[in-house]
C-alpha cells in the first residue's frame, strides 16, 4: 500500500515515515500542500493521502477540497491539532474521510488507514487478469483457464493482494498488515502456509508457478 504523507514538522514527518515504512507501507513524504495537491493528481497517484491541515502553500484542508473537485476519490485523512468537533466537521466537509487529532497513537493511525484503504477496495471493485488467472475482487472470485478455484477468505485476500500488485513485490509486513491487520508475529510461518496452499490450488495443478518467492524481500504475482 503506497501513502502520501503531507507534513511540514519533519521531526513528526520522520516518526511517521519510519512507522509506516515499517508496517509495510511504501511512503513519499513532502512537506507543502501544493506537493501534495500535484501529487495526487499524477498518474500513478498513491492509495491514501495523509494531510496535516497547517501545510505552507496549500493548507490540507484547500488541498483536499480542490482534489474531490478535480474527482479525486482517493482516501484521505487529516492530521490537526485542532480537535473541537466544530474543527472536525470542516475537515469532513471539505472532502476528508477521517480525521485524527494531535497528539495520537501511531497503532490508532494504521488502523485508521488499513480502514480507509480497505473501504476504498470495496467500493471499486475490479478484476485483475494475470495471463489465463482471473481474480475478481468484487465477487471474491478466482478461476485459471476457465476453471473456478475455491480459496479461504485468508487465501484470496492474500491472492488478490498480490494479483493488485501484479509483478511487484510484496513485503511480508504488507501482507500481514493488509489481511491481518498487523495482528500476528511476523516470525511465524503462518504467511508461509497460506502461499503453501495458494501455490496448490492455483499454480501446481496448472503447471505453472506464476507465485514467486523473492528471498529476504517479500513475494510476487509473475505478470506473465
Known amino acids: 500500500m503506497r501513502v502520501l504523507l503531507a507534513e511540514d514538522d519533519a521531526r513528526l514527518a520522520g516518526v511517521l515515515a519510519q512507522g509506516l515504512t515499517e508496517a509495510g507501507w511504501e511512503v513519499e513524504a513532502v512537506d507543502d500542500g501544493r506537493a501534495a495537491y500535484a501529487r495526487a493528481l499524477a498518474d500513478n497517484p498513491p492509495d491514501v493521502l495523509l494531510l496535516d491541515w497547517m501545510l505552507p502553500g496549500m493548507d490540507g484542508l484547500t488541498a483536499c477540497r480542490r482534489l474531490r473537485e478535480m474527482g479525486v476519490t482517493t482516501p484521505v485523512l487529516v492530521l490537526t ?8 466537521v470542516h475537515g469532513l466537509d471539505a472532502g476528508a474521510d477521517d480525521y485524527l487529532p494531535k497528539p495520537f497513537d501511531l497503532d490508532e493511525l ?9 473501504r476504498s477496495s470495496y467500493d ?6 494475470v495471463g489465463d488467472l482471473v481474480v475478481d475482487g468484487g465477487a471474491r472470485r478466482v478461476s485459471r483457464g476457465g476453471t473456478d478455484i475455491e480459496l479461504s477468505a485468508r487465501e484470496f485476500d492474500i491472492l488478490w493482494l498480490l494479483a493488485s500488485r501484479v509483478g511487484t513485490v510484496v513485503s511480508r509486513f504488507a501482507i500481514l498488515d493488509e489481511v491481518w491487520g498487523g495482528d500476528t508475529d511476523l516470525r511465524s510461518n503462518v504467511i ?23 528471498r529476504g524481500a517479500g513475494y510476487r504475482l509473475e505478470p506473465s
Not at 494504521?110 to 480497505?118: F, S, V
Not at 499454480?203 to 514467486?212: A, E, L, M, Q, R
Open 192 to 214: 508461509d502456509v497460506h502461499l503453501g496452499a495458494i501455490r496448490a490450488k492455483v499454480d501446481k495443478p496448472f503447471g505453472t508457478s506464476s507465485i514467486v518467492t523473492v
Open 110 to 118: 494504521l488502523a485508521r488507514l488499513r480502514a480507509l484503504h480497505r
Open 124 to 129: 471499486a471493485p475490479e478484476v485483475v487478469t
Open 81 to 88: 491539532a485542532r480537535g473541537e468537533v466544530r474543527d472536525r
